[in-house]
């Protein structure tokens, strides 16, 4: 799958979230989302981006953005991630990987040595009527939070 690039139609999505709750990209219609495709819940890297996002969440909230992260882990473990660290936001399931393909955010990696395919770390800044405005592929954890602040402008 191409890599999704400012101006596109960010893809559709219905995921089941850690509450076992349907998501929709049309339940943020009207407001701006950042949307980041994570490997792992609870993993170093994963946990470093989860945890910026929620302590930017006054700052992205005064900005009108919402987030969202989603992962290939099932409901149950998200829950247990969103909990152990107090995440205030819809953490989504996408066991199939059919969103991260979607995305641009699935695809090869490698780790040892050995090739596997698997969530090609990814945010996506969109707009209010579900245009991408920004897209980050192969972002770095930290670096999530304040590329979106950069992009709308904000420090």
């Known amino acids: 799958m191409?890599?999704?690039s400012p101006g596109a139609k960010a893809p559709s999505f219905s995921l089941q979230d850690q509450d076992g709750k349907?998501?929709?990209l049309g339940d943020f219609k009207g407001?701006?989302?950042l949307l980041y495709f994570y490997p792992k819940a609870d993993t170093p890297g994963c946990t470093t981006q989860a945890c910026s996002i929620r302590d930017a969440m006054p700052d992205l909230k005064s900005l009108g953005i919402a987030a969202v992260?989603?992962?290939p882990d099932e409901p149950k473990a998200q829950k247990k991630f969103a909990d152990k660290y107090r995440?205030?936001?819809p953490l989504l399931s996408d066991p199939q990987h059919a969103t991260a393909e979607a995305y641009g955010a699935?695809?090869?990696k490698s780790m040892y040595g050995k090739k596997y395919e698997g969530i090609l770390r990814s945010s996506f800044l969109i707009d209010e009527?579900?245009?991408i405005l920004q897209a980050w592929h192969k972002v770095s954890p930290a670096d999530t939070v304040p590329l979106a602040k950069e992009a709308l402008g904000s420090k």
């Open 106 to 108: 699935w695809g090869e």
């Open 22 to 24: 349907t998501v929709k």
């Open 31 to 33: 407001r701006k989302l």
């Open 87 to 89: 995440l205030s936001f």
């Open 129 to 131: 009527a579900g245009k």
């Open 2 to 4: 191409a890599k999704l």
């Open 69 to 71: 992260g989603i992962s």
